[in-house]
């Protein structure tokens, strides 16, 4: 069964663009949240769980099963993911 991904990312930032286009290049499926888009109290919310994975709110910040990786690191991505 193949790991669930979840990725926190901006839709400005050309690492998250880079990740994306990755996955979607490899057939990953993933979920996503673009933070810079939300606004209130979803922000907030979904700034905080970021926070539990990645103390320094930097992006992307990349869910894969029980591993976390932040930035756009293919290497530890691949592994991450068996591909």
């Given at each position: 069964m193949?790991?669930?991904?979840?990725?926190?990312?901006l839709s400005t930032c050309s690492h998250c663009k880079a990740t994306k286009q990755f996955m979607a290049d490899n057939n990953i499926?993933?979920?996503f949240v673009d933070v810079d888009l939300l606004v209130g109290?979803?922000?907030?919310?979904?700034?905080e769980e970021v926070m539990q994975y990645n103390?320094?709110?930097s992006f992307p910040t990349?869910?894969?099963g029980d591993k976390i990786i932040i930035g756009f690191?293919?290497?530890?991505?691949r592994e991450a993911l068996g591909i």
């Open positions: 193949p790991q669930k991904v979840k990725m926190f990312t499926e993933f979920d109290k979803e922000r907030e919310t979904i700034i103390p320094h709110r990349i869910i894969i690191q293919e290497k530890a991505i």
